[in-house]
């Protein structure tokens, strides 16, 4: 199968099939099997599925990895081919932002976007609000998934599209992970033989998280300090695992009491090297687990 290429609306309406259910992925490439995941299952949603590749400028700060950030649109089209999509939309930035970069920006609400990411990455959660809001508007599909990984911005697309009626349905998808537990990520690419084991710190400070409050555990802060603890721990046997960023405890829908009355997401970031990793963890039943492993 091979996936036909496209780098624009006008493009890609000649290929739309009329009447056809349109399962979109976006991504930034540098694809794995977590974005495999995420196409695989836009198979199961539409008839015609779409992928995005798209590195997007304005959700990068001006110190962070844009220029560096991993490319490679001949190995992910052959990856696209094989998981099944139709479409790769692989737009220019001056076709994404046709009045420049100080064009219209979408910010998100207080409640979902001035924290975790939002707090850490001034600009990044309204970059991303942005491009998802024209790539929507671009290829106007039934279905779009997104995955677990990017929880806060998973949550902050479902409330995006929801109040602006955009009229797309938003999927998603769990967080594919290494048989060691690291969650996989574009990112990871940069990462050093040694810093990869380190990596492993993310998803063992979660486990720890996730034992807490599958011993009955509900209060946040609690919570919190089991995978705090897990990362000093880890930090005893390891120097140079560096300070966590942030690991918080909340509600699914992102508010942040006292006690957990309803399922949580306990959520970190971690710089590991040259890579600034996120992950996280569902505190709900049937969550699956993550290795407790100890660094090497
Ligand atoms: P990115 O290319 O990193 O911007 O990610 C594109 C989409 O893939 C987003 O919806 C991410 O949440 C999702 N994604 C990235 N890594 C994973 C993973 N390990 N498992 C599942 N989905 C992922």
């Given at each position: 199968?091979?996936?036909?290429?496209?780098?624009?609306?006008?493009?890609?309406?000649?290929?739309?099939?009329?009447?056809?259910?349109?399962?979109?992925?976006?991504?930034?490439?540098?694809?794995?099997?977590?974005?495999?995941?995420?196409?695989?299952?836009?198979?199961a949603?539409?008839?015609?599925?779409?992928?995005?590749?798209?590195?997007?400028p304005?959700?990068?700060?001006?110190?962070?990895?844009?220029?560096?950030?991993?490319?490679?649109?001949?190995?992910?089209?052959?990856?696209?081919?094989?998981?099944?999509?139709?479409?790769?939309?692989?737009?220019?930035?001056?076709?994404?932002?046709?009045?420049?970069?100080e064009?219209?920006?979408?910010?998100?609400?207080?409640?979902?976007?001035?924290?975790?990411?939002?707090?850490?990455?001034p600009?990044?959660?309204a970059g991303?609000?942005?491009?998802?809001?024209?790539?929507?508007?671009?290829?106007?599909?039934d279905?779009a998934l997104?995955?677990?990984?990017?929880?806060?911005?998973?949550?902050?697309?479902?409330?995006?599209?929801?109040?602006?009626?955009?009229?797309?349905?938003?999927v998603?998808?769990?967080?594919?992970?290494?048989?060691d537990?690291?969650?996989m990520?574009s990112?990871?690419?940069?990462?050093?033989?040694t810093?990869?084991?380190?990596?492993?710190?993310?998803?063992?400070?979660?486990?720890?998280?996730?034992?807490?409050?599958?011993?009955g555990?509900?209060?946040?802060?609690?919570?919190?300090?089991?995978?705090?603890?897990?990362?000093?721990?880890?930090?005893?046997?390891?120097?140079?695992?560096?300070?966590?960023?942030?690991?918080?405890v909340?509600?699914?829908?992102?508010?942040?009491?006292?006690?957990?009355?309803?399922?949580?997401?306990?959520?970190?970031?971690?710089?590991?090297?040259?890579?600034?990793?996120?992950?996280?963890?569902?505190?709900?039943d049937?969550?699956?687990?993550?290795?407790?492993?100890?660094?090497?």
């Open positions: 199968m091979t996936v036909r290429i496209v780098g624009t609306a006008r493009e890609w309406a000649t290929l739309r099939r009329p009447g056809a259910r349109v399962a979109f992925v976006p991504t930034m490439g540098a694809l794995h099997e977590g974005h495999g995941a995420l196409v695989r299952a836009a198979r949603h539409g008839d015609m599925v779409v992928a995005s590749i798209f590195v997007n304005t959700q990068f700060g001006p110190t962070e990895d844009l220029a560096r950030y991993p490319r490679d649109l001949e190995g992910d089209r052959a990856k696209l081919a094989a998981w099944g999509c139709d479409v790769l939309f692989h737009p220019t930035a001056e076709a994404m932002y046709r009045q420049g970069l064009a219209f920006r979408i910010h998100p609400p207080a409640g979902l976007g001035d924290f975790w990411c939002g707090l850490a990455r600009g990044h959660l991303v609000c942005t491009v998802v809001a024209k790539l929507l508007g671009m290829v106007r599909p279905v997104f995955g677990q990984k990017d929880f806060q911005q998973w949550r902050i697309v479902e409330a995006l599209v929801d109040d602006l009626c955009l009229g797309t349905r938003i998603r998808c769990p967080t594919i992970r290494e048989p537990g690291v969650a990520s990112r990871n690419t940069y990462l050093s033989p810093d990869r084991i380190r990596a492993r710190a993310l998803s063992g400070a979660l486990a720890a998280v996730l034992g807490c409050w599958r011993s555990e509900r209060d946040i802060l609690a919570l919190e300090a089991a995978g705090k603890q897990a990362w000093i721990r880890l930090q005893g046997k390891d120097p140079e695992l560096g300070d966590l960023a942030y690991l918080e909340r509600h699914q829908d992102l508010t942040r009491p006292a006690l957990l009355t309803a399922p949580g997401v306990a959520a970190m970031a971690a710089q590991i090297g040259p890579a600034r990793l996120i992950d996280n963890v569902l505190l709900e049937h969550s699956p687990d993550l290795p407790l492993l100890e660094l090497a």
